[in-house]
């Protein structure tokens, strides 16, 4: 009977940690497989902006898009995520959706609406459109930020 008390227990204790186990796995796995997608969008963005730099332009679409696609998975898996709303406008307006790009950022403004990126990003698609005035409201919201988005909108807004 002793032995039998034994096993179970042990039995009963790997059947524990086995089912803890398998449960963290699975319900974190959206977590790890959205950030994953994220990281890895990021870096065909980096690698796209080189290619722009080169001016390889035709090699840049490619590399945008396939980070478009990875943002839009990414995206499935949150859809409050700004930083992920930043990136597919970003992919959208430079593979030339802009209207695509105006809707995910200003979707990605409703859960950050002093988000850096999306308000610099959207102050050039405002420029990029001759919506001077729009881009002016964005420039303003960074305005307190001393940041590089401001600069930079700054500088687009001014050699407009």
Do not use: W
């Amino acid at each position: 009977m002793k032995i039998n008390i034994k096993i179970l227990s042990v039995l009963l204790i790997t059947f524990f940690f086995s089912f803890n186990f398998v449960y963290a796995a699975s319900s974190g796995g959206d977590s790890y497989d959205q950030q994953d997608l994220y990281k890895q969008g990021k870096k065909l963005v980096q690698r796209a902006k080189k290619q722009e730099k080169n001016n390889k332009i035709e090699k840049a679409q490619k590399l945008y898009l396939k980070a478009y696609k990875k943002f839009e998975k990414a995206h499935a898996k949150d859809k409050k995520n700004p930083d992920i709303l930043n990136y597919l406008g970003y992919t959208s307006r430079k593979t030339g959706n802009l209207e695509k790009a105006e809707i995910y950022y200003l979707k990605g403004l409703t859960f950050d609406s002093s988000h850096l990126g999306i308000n610099e990003y959207l102050g050039e698609l405002y420029v990029q459109t001759n919506r001077i005035d729009l881009a002016k409201e964005r420039l303003a919201i960074l305005k307190s930020c001393n940041c590089e988005e401001y600069k930079e909108l700054k500088e687009l807004i001014e050699n407009k």
